[in-house]
């Protein structure tokens, strides 16, 4: 079965830092990856999507991703967060078989992110 | 544009009681997924539904089961509840089935079972 991991669980960082959250996927195949935000009190948002292509993503907000498939790794990054940024990430793989290809997701953990002002 | 709806948003049930609740897509989106959400277990996928039929299922008893209608508005149904349903259950509509398909969610229905 495919799994995806976030390896932080909670981030805590001041404004004007970089960020870098880590995630890994299992499946070998070809795979869409995705980057969900969930702000308090708020729904799942997409921040940024691979679908193929360029392997380096931007999103919304100043956020982007890199897509390396040697390391089965989609990690996100912010190269200044702020304040507004604390909420929970997570990391998600389109996660069946390509013959049975549909549109159900695999998530991470999560990750909570605090940023102090 | 409307985004995907949900509801209810709360609702308390007891043990053994069960639970109906309903998701309106996206303005011409035909598949629906839905997911729950627990502090434990993260976030599941439950099942998917596209053209009134389930598509895909996760690793759920058969307590659980949906629908979807003609109109692509689909509800998922609890049975029996019990203690460890309480959760968060999201709702993700997207335009088609399939890679290269993205999924956008609801504010999801938050279920205390007592």
């Known amino acids: 079965a495919q799994s995806v991991s976030q390896h932080n669980h909670h981030v805590i960082l001041s404004e004007a830092a970089s960020l870098e959250l880590g995630c890994n996927y299992s499946y070998g195949g070809t795979v869409n990856l995705f980057w969900y935000v969930q702000y308090p009190g708020q729904h799942l948002q997409l921040l940024l999507k691979?679908?193929?292509?360029?392997?380096l993503v931007k999103g919304i907000k100043g956020f982007e991703a890199e897509f390396i498939k040697s390391k089965f790794s989609f990690n996100l990054r912010k190269p200044s967060v702020q304040w507004s940024d604390t909420a929970e990430y997570f990391c998600?793989?389109?996660?069946?078989?390509?013959?049975?290809?549909?549109?159900?997701?695999?998530f991470g953990k999560g990750t909570t992110l605090s940023v102090s002002s | 544009k409307a985004g995907v709806t949900q509801t209810p948003r709360y609702l308390i049930k007891t043990r053994g009681q069960q639970v109906t609740l309903s998701c309106s897509p996206i303005?011409?989106?035909?598949?629906v997924s839905w997911y729950q959400q627990t502090p434990g277990q993260g976030l599941q996928f439950l099942f998917e539904?596209?053209?009134?039929?389930?598509?895909n299922k996760g690793n759920f008893p058969g307590r659980f089961s949906g629908r979807q209608f003609s109109n692509s508005r689909s509800e998922m149904n609890v049975s029996t509840l019990e203690l460890g349903d309480s959760a968060l259950y999201l709702c993700?509509?997207?335009?088609?089935?399939?890679?290269?398909?993205?999924?956008?969610f609801g504010q999801g229905t938050r279920l205390t079972v007592v």
């Open positions: 993700a509509s997207s335009k088609n089935r399939g890679m290269n398909t993205e999924a956008f």
């Open positions: 539904y596209f053209s009134e039929t389930q598509r």
């Open positions: 691979y679908f193929s292509g360029d392997p």
């Open positions: 303005s011409g989106h035909r598949s």
């Open positions: 998600a793989v389109n996660g069946l078989p390509a013959n049975q290809a549909g549109t159900a997701l695999i």
